[in-house]
Nanobody, 114 residues
Framework: QVQLVESGGGLVQPGGSLRLSCAAS????????MGWYRQAPGKQRELVAT???????NYADSVKGRFTISRDNAKNAVYLQMNSLKPEDTAVYYC????????WGQGTQVTVSS
């Protein structure tokens, strides 16, 4: 079956960095558009970044210049490098993959606080 499993979340101070990882199984990973979404308490889930099968990237304006999405098809993995973190980045971060269907990971908590 299809699984997307996130890791790498945690507590970090403002200005710090984290790298999130998402390991995929059960799909032909190289054919999928992958991405990261996040959801803060009481708010709608929002797009953070996407990366196509060809490596084209898109970012939310709020994270552009601070976050970098990447993928390693040999490892069936997608990453989100988060630098210069701000308290408003605090959320549960979800890995996402789509081709003709959509799949979601279970989420990993990122808390940015002093």
């Amino acid at each position: 079956q299809v699984q997307l499993v996130e890791s790498g979340g945690g507590l970090v101070q403002p200005g710090g960095s984290l790298r999130l990882s998402c390991a995929a199984s059960g799909i032909v990973f190289s054919m999928y558009k992958m991405g990261w979404y996040r959801q803060a308490p009481g708010k709608q889930r929002e797009l953070v970044a996407t990366i196509t099968s060809g490596g084209w990237r898109n970012y939310a304006d709020s994270v552009k210049g601070r976050f970098t999405i990447s993928r390693d098809n040999a490892k069936n993995a997608v990453y989100l490098q988060m630098n210069s973190l701000k308290p408003e980045d605090t959320a549960v971060y979800y890995c996402y993959g789509t081709n003709q269907y959509e799949y979601w990971g279970q989420g990993t908590q990122v808390t940015v606080s002093s």
